[in-house]
């Protein structure tokens, strides 16, 4: 096969996997809504918790895979605009942050109602979860405002990105934003258990 085939082939999978990935995506996260805005399932806290994870997911899967496939066919407007490089990679960390850690938070819940103390069982009630997912919210908005400052269109590749000192620190920054979360999911559950 040439190698000339690889990106065509590559860019027909992302066009074609995306597109099933994003459908069943939205679909799966519009039932969840509908499922746990039921009057039922409105009043425990695990609930919350997957309420707002399927609304939160819903916004990521609409932010970041229309602009993939817009780039497919189109110039990235991350690399045209500096505003708009910024506050894609911002929003897309921010997303992914309360993602996972709303899912963590979601742990804790089920682990604290397993609880035989009194006081740790009283933290998986309603309004705990609510005010739980506000702070971890302004939280994950908060963490990531260093991308706002030091990401720049990088002028000889064109891309949207950091340099020099800064890609450490980003670096630093993704690898722990995707492993403290996994280990209190491994942690806490295995608590409950």
């Not at 066009?15 to 069943?24: K, P, Q, W």
């Not at 894609?88 to 819940?109: E, K, P, Q, T, W």
Request: with cysteine; net charge positive; hydrophobic share 50%.
């Amino acid at each position: 096969m040439p190698v000339t085939n690889l990106p065509f082939i590559q860019r027909e999978m992302i066009r074609y996997g995306m597109s099933v990935y994003f459908t069943l995506g939205i679909i799966g996260n519009i039932c969840n809504c509908i499922m746990f805005t039921r009057p039922l399932y409105r009043q425990t806290s695990s609930s919350i918790y997957f309420l707002s994870l399927s609304i939160i997911a819903i916004i990521y899967l609409m932010w970041s895979i229309p602009l993939y496939f817009n780039s497919l066919n189109n110039i990235d407007p991350q690399i045209q605009s500096l505003f708009f490089c910024k506050i894609r990679l911002y929003f897309s960390h921010v997303l992914g942050l309360c993602l996972r850690y709303i899912v963590v938070l979601a742990c804790i819940d089920r682990f604290a109602l397993c609880s035989r103390n009194a006081r740790i069982r009283r933290l998986s009630r309603r309004h705990v979860a609510i005010i739980s997912v506000i702070i971890t919210s302004i939280l994950c908005l908060i963490m990531p405002i260093h991308i706002i400052i030091y990401i720049n269109i990088q002028m000889p590749e064109r891309r949207c990105g950091g340099s020099g000192f800064y890609l450490i620190i980003y670096s630093t920054d993704v690898v722990l934003a995707a492993s403290i979360p996994r280990i209190i999911m491994i942690v806490f559950p295995d608590l409950a258990i």
